[in-house]
């Protein structure tokens, strides 16, 4: 387990206690993991992409469904914090250029890292942010101060043994 696994699962249960509905919280989750990670790397010779529906994985839905979704694109705050999203089935998706972070991306790229450890990890990661007031959650910088990288080494040792011993 490593930082980039921490980051995601605390950022889906940050927005999930905030209010959003679990498949947009996971979203939201990988997406500022990607972020973070990117911002980490300096977005060395990348510039932000335009939105660009041919480039989306929903190339396949109907095309009333596909021109729904172009219409819903949009920024989204969580706090004092800002991500590009589109609407779908009613509910935020997350999107960095024309990738969608879904929640199906979630399980794949952070889940699955934690094996039969999962839903033990999220308990504790919902618990911890609990623990704060709510004005730490609805701030990127204390958020990331106060509850991130206090404990982002611990989590990652933590939950790595966990997912071995229940592997």
Known sequence: MGRFQVMALLQAARAYILGLPLDSARSWGLNRAIFYAAAKRG????RALPFDRTALPVQKLPREEIEE?????????????????VEMDGRPIFTIGS???????????IES?????FEEAWREAIEMCKGFDKGVLL???????TVYKPRRDEL????TELAEELS
């Open 99 to 109: 990738e969608l972070q879904t929640a199906e991306d979630f399980a794949k790229q």
């Open 156 to 159: 990652a040792s933590k939950w």
């Open 113 to 117: 890292r934690f094996g039969g450890a």
């Open 43 to 46: 977005f060395k010779g990348r």
């Open 139 to 145: 701030s990127q910088r204390y958020f990331y101060e």
């Open 69 to 85: 979704i172009e219409a819903s694109y949009g920024i989204f705050h969580l706090g004092d914090e800002m991500a590009y999203q």
